[in-house]
Antibody, heavy 120, light 108 residues
Framework: QVQLVESGGGVVQPGTSLRLSCVAS????????MLWVRQAPGKGLEWVAI????????YYADSVKGRLTISRDTSKSTLYLEMNNLRDEDTALYYC?????????????WGQGTLVTVSS | DIQMTQSPSSLSASVGDRVTISCRAS??????VAWYQQKPGRAPNLLIY???SLESGVPSRFRGSGSGTEFTLTISSLQPDDFATYYC??????????FGQGTKVEIK
């Protein structure tokens, strides 16, 4: 079955960096667009980054553009989110999610999330 | 960017009630809307896609409708398992997807 497992979160100081990982199983990473979605404590969902199925295109929310980078290693079935120059407002639970198989454009599988806390 | 405005932000209802949640898009998006349910401490779960299509395994008491800029999620008879937060999401723009702010459904 499809499974997404995130890791790499933690408590970091403002201005520092962090790399999140998401190991995918039960499907081929290069067959689907993959995304990162975050949720600040007690708040709603915010899409932050997307990579096309073939890896040729990446897009970012304005709030993270220039600081976050999505990438993948298909040989390891792993999606990454490189986070640089972290700010207090980046504190959130970060989910990786798969683009919908029945309905492209939706999110049909999610990981359990990894928590990033930015605090001095 | 397309904004999704969801209402109400919260509501109280009893088991067996009919519940309606609305979502308005900032521009016309045909029927490219999905709905998710999220329970505390859990990832969201896809309920509805393309405005009114039920995801496999989702109970038929969940119904989506709408097109253009106005969309609605209806739960025909609220069950104990349905107390959760619900989000709409647009995918008219495949790459730049946006969510509504969420509606928390609480027990009256």
């Amino acid at each position: 079955q499809v499974q997404l497992v995130e890791s790499g979160g933690g408590v970091v100081q403002p201005g520092t960096s962090l790399r999140l990982s998401c190991v995918a199983s039960g499907f081929t990473l290069s067959d689907f667009a993959m995304l990162w979605v975050r949720q600040a404590p007690g708040k709603g969902l915010e899409w932050v980054a997307i990579m096309s199925y073939d890896g040729s295109e990446t897009y970012y929310a304005d709030s993270v553009k220039g600081r976050l980078t999505i990438s993948r290693d298909t040989s390891k079935s792993t999606l990454y989110l490189e986070m640089n120059n972290l700010r207090d407002e980046d504190t959130a639970l970060y989910y990786c999610a798969r683009d919908g198989m029945t309905a492209a454009g939706t999110f049909d599988h999610w990981g359990q999330g990894t928590l990033v806390t930015v605090s001095s | 960017d397309i904004q999704m405005t969801q209402s109400p932000s919260s509501l109280s209802a009893s088991v067996g009630d009919r519940v309606t949640i609305s979502c308005r898009a900032s521009q016309r998006i045909s029927d490219w809307v999905a709905w998710y349910q999220q329970k505390p401490g859990r990832a969201p779960n896809l309920l509805i896609y393309k405005s009114s299509s039920l995801e496999s395994g989702v109970p038929s008491r969940f119904r989506g409708s709408g097109s253009g800029t106005e969309f609605t999620l209806t739960i025909s008879s609220l069950q104990p398992d349905d107390f959760a937060t619900y989000y709409c999401q647009q995918y008219n723009d495949f790459y730049f997807r946006t969510f509504g702010q969420g509606t928390k459904v609480e027990i009256k």
